[in-house]
């Protein structure tokens, strides 16, 4: 049975950050007390889940794309995530995640840490920003196309603001 997204919000406090680990595949390999606690997930309910286990439908798919295709290349990405808990309850994050590399300097996973964010940036520019990713990723005929036109709409609307998307993220 799927859970069900509801508008009830859980919110976590300024000093306390969520930490997560996974490997390659985005399986959680690592969950800190805060991530159980604001996810609603006991620490060993998450072990070994894809990270995407809490991710809210709220979501435009090409915001996960940007930062995979970020983090992959071995860059760190700041992103604004709307997460959802077990619960179905929903809270937002401001997300820093980076590349973990092994001794030898191979990539072995990703590592995060979300923070509280800005809420008047996520009321304000956000939130606007990902309804109209989410009504373009739903207005073409396939999931792949809309995913495309989205993509392309993030691009366009990075270049038109800043030189890059992390630029972007942090003049908001």
């Avoid at 973990?100 to 990703?110: E, F, H, L, P, Q």
């Avoid at 996520?122 to 809309?146: F, M, Q, W």
């Avoid at 989205?150 to 992390?166: E, G, M, P, T």
Wanted: with cysteine; charged share 25%.
């Amino acid at each position: 049975m799927s859970v069900r997204p509801t508008s009830e919000e859980v919110t976590f406090q300024v000093d306390e950050i969520i930490v997560s680990k996974t490997d390659l595949k985005g399986r959680i390999t690592y969950a800190n007390q805060v991530f159980a606690k604001v996810s609603g997930y006991s620490r060993a309910e998450l072990m070994t889940q894809p990270h995407s286990i809490i991710r809210h439908p709220d979501m435009p798919r090409c915001v996960f794309k940007l930062l995979w295709d970020r983090i992959q290349d071995g860059h760190e990405v700041f992103a604004y995530v709307k997460n959802m808990a077990k619960s179905g309850a929903y809270y937002w994050v401001f997300a820093h995640v980076t590349p973990s590399y092994d001794a030898d300097g191979t990539m072995v996973g990703y590592h995060s840490n979300r923070r509280v964010p800005d809420r008047r940036v996520v009321r304000e520019v956000i939130e606007p920003l990902y309804g109209e990713l989410l009504k373009i990723e739903a207005s073409d005929k396939g999931a792949k196309e809309g995913l495309v036109a989205s993509y392309a709409a993030l691009n366009n609307i990075v270049k038109s603001k800043a030189s890059s998307y992390d630029e972007l993220i942090f003049s908001l």
